[in-house]
């Protein structure tokens, strides 16, 4: 029979402008976040995290916003560049008996265009 | 630290066959997870290591899979027998604590 494959989100940006890409999750225990960038044929690179006790976090050329509130997750790229295309996941981690837990989104996929 | 290292990094095989796949993860990090990722599900979460004993196999599909951890640096993942819908890129990632996880370069598994 056919299959059918996770249809991403895909996000076209061109060169030099901001991106954002946004995630929601589920769980509201969730105490801790991750973006992670996978390029293809590679695999995931962890970008930044947060954790539940902030709503924001930079690094370099990145910024990670957090809403508690309606449980939502964005990831911010400034001036983006050629080798910002990839696949976007962001994690949510929930402390459980054992250790964390970590459930990955589905993905959003950047394009940027020269 | 060469992070994550996985072997091999692609792998071609018929069904029925036996297949290793193997991990060394990042020197001082005490815990080990092994990941597939297909088109149809993303990325699963097989199986997880916590100072070398599993934690939590809820993810690892069925009996023809299994995963040891003889040590804290090396790992293995057993697909015995084969079958064409294991075919998929299979990541370990390992992590000190609550941390992020680190991702190895991935198998790629084609099951024919």
């Known amino acids: 029979g056919e299959s059918v494959g996770l249809h991403l989100p895909t996000l076209s940006v061109q060169e030099g402008d901001n991106s954002i890409i946004n995630c929601a999750y589920s769980n509201s225990a969730s105490d801790y976040f991750i973006w992670y960038k996978q390029e293809s044929g590679k695999g995931p690179q962890f970008i930044i995290d947060i954790r539940s006790n902030m709503d924001k976090r930079q690094g370099q050329r990145v910024t990670v916003l957090l809403n508690k509130t309606v449980k939502h997750l964005s990831l911010q790229i400034a001036a983006t560049q050629p080798g910002d295309s990839a696949v976007y996941f962001c994690?949510?981690?929930?402390?459980?008996?054992?250790?964390?837990?970590?459930?990955f989104g589905a993905g959003t996929i950047l394009r940027v265009k020269s | 630290d060469a992070g994550v290292i996985q072997s091999p990094r692609h792998e071609v095989t018929e069904m029925g066959q036996e297949v290793t796949l193997r991990c060394k993860p990042i020197s001082g990090h005490n815990s080990l997870f092994w990941y597939r990722q297909t088109m149809m599900r993303g990325l699963e979460l097989l199986i997880y290591f916590n100072n070398n004993v599993p934690i939590d196999d809820s993810g690892m599909p069925e009996d023809r899979f299994s995963a040891k951890m003889p040590n804290a640096s090396f790992s293995t993942l057993k697909i015995q027998p084969s079958e064409p819908r294991d075919s998929a890129v299979y990541f370990c990632?390992?992590?000190?604590?609550?941390?992020?996880?680190?991702f190895g370069p991935g198998t790629r598994l084609t099951v024919l």
């Open positions: 990632a390992s992590s000190f604590g609550p941390s992020g996880r680190l």
């Open positions: 994690a949510e981690s929930t402390l459980l008996e054992y250790g964390n837990k970590l459930v």
